[in-house]
């Protein structure tokens, strides 16, 4: 597999190097550049070392949600828990792409000079309302921004399904009880 991978960029770059216009051959063979780069990636083979040695059950994510898409569905809309779920979901996701927003673009943009900010963009960005006081400028900071919205549709979504599962359900309880109590104040009245 190496020789491989090796004979592979050592042509790749020989074909680079005697073109004549090095920039129009990039643009022209940019899949290829993409595989070369994938394909030497450390982090890439590790993972496909580890698949091949089915050491990441983690890889089987997919297969594991689809199996279990009701059950999860039942546990995050229908639930008494859902809604606690759905919040930690929330704040975990702020966390996690404030995080990774800050580090990506502390440094580099002003406005990331605090881990406080990363937050606020992260909850901002999250609850789509988008204030734009604070944005990202890096390229991989924009990638991150993309996926964080996405997410934020998603969550949000749980949250008002949630809310939404839990009104209906307090507004039954409240009309059962008033009927309940209704129906007894008539019986007491008829005897």
């Given at each position: 597999?190496?020789?491989?991978?090796?004979?592979?960029m050592?042509?790749?770059?020989?074909?680079?190097?005697?073109?004549?216009?090095?920039?129009?051959?990039?643009?022209?063979?940019?899949?290829?550049?993409?595989?070369?780069?994938?394909?030497?990636?450390?982090?890439?083979?590790?993972?496909?070392?580890?698949?091949?040695a089915?050491?990441?059950?983690?890889?089987?994510?997919?297969?594991?949600?689809r199996?279990?898409?009701?059950?999860?569905?039942r546990l995050?809309?229908?639930s008494?828990?859902s809604?606690?779920i759905?919040?930690?979901m929330?704040?975990?996701?702020?966390?996690?792409f404030?995080?990774?927003?800050?580090?990506?673009?502390?440094?580099i943009?002003?406005?990331?000079?605090?881990?406080?900010d990363?937050?606020?963009?992260a909850?901002?960005?999250?609850?789509?309302?988008?204030?734009g006081?604070?944005?990202?400028?890096t390229?991989?900071?924009?990638?991150?921004?993309?996926?964080?919205?996405?997410?934020?549709i998603?969550v949000?979504?749980?949250?008002i399904?949630?809310?939404?599962?839990?009104?209906?359900?307090?507004?039954?309880e409240?009309?059962?009880?008033?009927?309940?109590?209704s129906?007894?104040?008539?019986?007491s009245?008829?005897?």
């Amino acid at each position: 597999m190496m020789v491989i991978l090796i004979t592979f960029m050592l042509l790749f770059f020989t074909r680079w190097w005697v073109a004549e216009n090095r920039n129009a051959w990039i643009k022209s063979n940019w899949f290829d550049l993409v595989l070369v780069v994938l394909l030497s990636s450390p982090l890439l083979r590790m993972f496909v070392a580890l698949r091949v040695a089915q050491f990441i059950p983690a890889l089987r994510l997919g297969v594991l949600l689809r199996s279990n898409r009701k059950r999860l569905l039942r546990l995050m809309v229908l639930s008494g828990d859902s809604l606690p779920i759905a919040l930690s979901m929330m704040f975990g996701t702020v966390f996690v792409f404030g995080t990774a927003l800050y580090l990506l673009e502390h440094g580099i943009n002003p406005q990331f000079g605090e881990f406080q900010d990363g937050l606020w963009w992260a909850f901002v960005t999250l609850t789509t309302v988008g204030y734009g006081d604070i944005y990202p400028v890096t390229a991989a900071g924009r990638v991150v921004a993309v996926i964080t919205m996405i997410f934020g549709i998603i969550v949000y979504s749980l949250v008002i399904a949630n809310m939404t599962v839990f009104l209906e359900k307090s507004g039954r309880e409240y009309a059962l009880s008033k009927d309940v109590a209704s129906k007894k104040k008539e019986n007491s009245e008829i005897t």
